[in-house]
C-alpha cells in the first residue's frame, strides 16, 4: 500500500504550474514561422508572436483550463467516470448552433468568426435550458436523469446536424466539418478576452466546490447529512460548467478528450481529493491544449491539423499506457 | 437545555401509491440510546431518515430539538448530529484516514489554509477517534480494500468525528461477526455514557436492544406500534412485530437474552 505523502498538494500544483509555464514557452516560441521571442521588444518577430500566435496560446489555455476542470467537476458530480464535459448536451446544442450558422453563411455578419460565436452560444443555452426544464418537470436532479437526457439532446442535435450537412453545398460542409473537429485558426486578442467572461466563473466557483464533491464520494446520504444541498450544488455546477462550455466550443469547436482525459491522468496519479484535483485539473489541462495546439500548428507545417485530432492522438495511447501500467480508473466500485 | 431530542406528530409518507409511514405520534427523550425496530420493510430507515432531516415530503410535523425541522438548513443540521446510512457506495481510492477526515468538513469553515491539508488540532481529533473505534491500524489502506464490516466501522467513525452529541445509525452492524457487533454495542454505550450522547439506531440486533438500550419505537407495517422500555415492548408485542415466538430471559452475569422459534405463517 502506498501512502500519501502530506506533502503531495504542494507537489502536484507546483508540477502543475511548472508544466503550464513550459506549454506556454514552447508554444510561443514553435510555430510554422522560425522567430526566437528573445529577439527583441519591438521588432517584427515579437509584434508577430504578439498578434498571431500568443492570443491562439493564451485562448488554448483557458480552453484546456476550462474543459479540464470542468470534466472533473462532472465526473464527480454525477460520479461517472466516462462524463466529459460534452456528455451534458451543452456542446452539441453549441455545434448545432454553429452549423446552422455556417449553413445560412451567418459566420461573416460580424466579422471572421464573430457571427458565429453568438449562434452557437445561443444553441448551447437553449440545450441547457431544455435540461433544466426536462428534469424540473421530472423533478428528479438526479444523477441518471441529468445524464439521460444530456445525451438524448446530444443525439437529437446531432441528427440535426447531420440533416442540414446533407442540405449544405461542398463548400459550407467542409467549413462544418472542419469547425466540428475543434479548431483555433485564425484567433485574436479580442476573441480571446471575449471568452473570459464566460468561463472565469465556472474556473472561480468549481475551485470552491471540492469540499462538496468529495463528501459526495461517501455516498448522497452522507453528503446531504454533511449539509450538501444536492440540488443546489448540481444546478449550480451544471450552470457554470454549462455557460463555459458553451461559449469555449462557440469559439473553438469541439475539442475531444481533453475534459475526460486531464482528470483521469490526475486521478489515475494519485490525485483523489477534489479539493486538489479541480486546480491541478486546471493547470494541467492549460498546459497539455497548449501543447496539443503547438503540434497541431507544426506537424503538417504550412498545414494547421485541427487540434482536436490532436488531442485525441496524443491523450488515446497516453490514457490506454497509464490504465495499463498504473491500474484502474474505475472510481466508483464499492 | 432542550429535553426532547424529537416530537413528531401525526408523521405520514407515501412512495407513489404505497404507505410508508402511517399516522406516527411520539417522541425522543434527548440524552438516551433509542432503538428503532421492525420487520424488514415496516418503514424503519424510512422513519430514521425523516428524523434525522434527510427525507422531506412527509405530512405531519416533525421538531428537531423543539425546532420544526423545516427551519433546520442542511448545513445548521450538519453541525448538531450525524448520520450512519445503511448502504453506500464509496468511491476507490481514499484512504481511510481520508474517509474519517471527510468528518470534519460540516464542521469546518472551509477557508483555503486549511483545505489541502489538515491543522495540527484537527489531526489530533482524527487520531482520537480512531483509536476510540480501534481503527488506526487501517488508517493507512484504502477503504475498498477493507472487508465489509471494517468499512462500516470507519464510515462510523466518520460519522463520530462530526458529531457525537446526536447521532442517528443506520443497521451500524450489518456485516459485522459477532465479536466486532459486541465490541461495537459496547463502545456506543461507552460514548453515549461519557458525552450523554443522544443515539438512534435502526437495528436487527434484538439482544443489543435488550441491553445496551434505554427505549426502543417497533414499527409494524409503517405504524408505531408501541414504544418505551425495550424488554417490556418487545415480551409484549414482539411476536406479531416479527412473526416469530419470542421467549425472553435475563442471566445475572450474561445480561437479557432472546430466543426465537418460527411460528406457521399466518
Redesign the interface.
Given at each position: 500500500?502506498m501512502?500519501?505523502s502530506?506533502r503531495q498538494?504542494i507537489l502536484v500544483l507546483t508540477g502543475g504550474v511548472i508544466f503550464l509555464l513550459a506549454a506556454l514557452a514552447l508554444g510561443l516560441s514553435v510555430g510554422t514561422t522560425k522567430i526566437v521571442p528573445l529577439g527583441g521588444l519591438f521588432d517584427d518577430a515579437s509584434r508577430w508572436i504578439f498578434h498571431i500566435r500568443a492570443p491562439r496560446v493564451f485562448l488554448a489555455a483557458l480552453l484546456g483550463a476550462t474543459l479540464a476542470m470542468s470534466g472533473a467537476a462532472l465526473q464527480g458530480l454525477l460520479?461517472n467516470p466516462l462524463v466529459s464535459p460534452y456528455t451534458i448536451g451543452v456542446s452539441s446544442g453549441s455545434s448545432l448552433g454553429a452549423v446552422i450558422a455556417l449553413r445560412f453563411g451567418m459566420e461573416g455578419i460580424f466579422g471572421s468568426l464573430l457571427g458565429l460565436f453568438p449562434m452557437a452560444l445561443a444553441g448551447g443555452m437553449f440545450s441547457m435550458l431544455l435540461l433544466f426544464a426536462l428534469s424540473r418537470r421530472s423533478r428528479q436532479w438526479t444523477g441518471t436523469t441529468l445524464l439521460l437526457s444530456g445525451i438524448t439532446i446530444s443525439f437529437f442535435c446531432s441528427a440535426m446536424i447531420m440533416f442540414i450537412q446533407y442540405t449544405a453545398t461542398y463548400q459550407e460542409s467542409f467549413k462544418m466539418v472542419r469547425w466540428l473537429m475543434g479548431t483555433m485558426d485564425f484567433i485574436t486578442w479580442e476573441q480571446t478576452a471575449l471568452l473570459l467572461p464566460f468561463v472565469l466563473p465556472a474556473l472561480i466557483y468549481l475551485n470552491?466546490v471540492?469540499?462538496h464533491l468529495?463528501?459526495l464520494?461517501?455516498?448522497e446520504?452522507?453528503a446531504?447529512?454533511?449539509?450538501?444541498?444536492l440540488s443546489r450544488l448540481t444546478i449550480l455546477i451544471y450552470l457554470f460548467v454549462s455557460i463555459a462550455v458553451a461559449a469555449t466550443v462557440a469559439l473553438a469547436g469541439p475539442i475531444a478528450f481533453v475534459g475526460l482525459i486531464v482528470p483521469h491522468i490526475l486521478?489515475i496519479s494519485g490525485v483523489?481529493?477534489h479539493?486538489?484535483l479541480l486546480p491541478a485539473s486546471m493547470l494541467f489541462g492549460a498546459g497539455f491544449l497548449i501543447f496539443a495546439d503547438t503540434v497541431a500548428r507544426v506537424i503538417l507545417a504550412p498545414q494547421q491539423v485541427p487540434v482536436g485530432v490532436i488531442t485525441s492522438l496524443i491523450g488515446g495511447p497516453f490514457f490506454l499506457f497509464l490504465l495499463v501500467h498504473r491500474g484502474?480508473t474505475?472510481?466508483?466500485?464499492? | 437545555m432542550v429535553k426532547t431530542l424529537l416530537h413528531f406528530t401525526n408523521l405520514s409518507l407515501a412512495a407513489g401509491d404505497v404507505p410508508l409511514l402511517r399516522d406516527l405520534t411520539g417522541s425522543i427523550p434527548r440524552g438516551k440510546m433509542v432503538a428503532i425496530a421492525g420487520a424488514s420493510g415496516a418503514g424503519k430507515t424510512t422513519l430514521l431518515r425523516c428524523l434525522s432531516g434527510l427525507n422531506g415530503g412527509f405530512t405531519g410535523s416533525i421538531n428537531f430539538l423543539d425546532q420544526p425541522m423545516e427551519q433546520w438548513s442542511a448545513r445548521r443540521m450538519a453541525s448538531h448530529r450525524s448520520y450512519l446510512p445503511q448502504n453506500e457506495q464509496v468511491s476507490a481510492g481514499w484512504s481511510c484516514l481520508d474517509v474519517v477526515q471527510l468528518g470534519l468538513v460540516p464542521i469546518r469553515d472551509s477557508s483555503l489554509r486549511n483545505a489541502l491539508t489538515p491543522a495540527a488540532g484537527d489531526l489530533a481529533l482524527i487520531e482520537e477517534v480512531l483509536a476510540l473505534t480501534g481503527l488506526s491500524v487501517f488508517s493507512h489502506r484504502l477503504f475498498h480494500t477493507l472487508s465489509g464490516g471494517e468499512k462500516r466501522r470507519i464510515l462510523f467513525a466518520r460519522a463520530l468525528l462530526q458529531n457525537r452529541d446526536i447521532m442517528f445509525l443506520d443497521e451500524p452492524t450489518a456485516f459485522f461477526d459477532p465479536g466486532q457487533a459486541l465490541r461495537f454495542w459496547n463502545l456506543l454505550s461507552e460514548i453515549h455514557t461519557k458525552s450523554q450522547s443522544s443515539i438512534v439506531v435502526v437495528t436487527h440486533d434484538l439482544q443489543a436492544i435488550l441491553n445496551s438500550f434505554q427505549e426502543v419505537l417497533l414499527l409494524h407495517r409503517g405504524s408505531l406500534m408501541a414504544t418505551g422500555d425495550p424488554k417490556k415492548v418487545l415480551t409484549e408485542h414482539g411476536e406479531k412485530a416479527f412473526g416469530v415466538s419470542l421467549s425472553i430471559g435475563e442471566d445475572p452475569s450474561w445480561g437479557c437474552f432472546i430466543k426465537t422459534r418460527g411460528n406457521r405463517h399466518p
Open positions: 500500500m501512502q500519501r502530506p498538494p460520479r470552491m471540492g469540499d468529495n463528501l464520494t461517501l455516498g446520504d452522507t446531504r447529512s454533511s449539509g450538501v444541498s486521478r483523489i481529493s479539493r486538489l484502474t474505475d472510481t466508483h466500485s464499492s | -
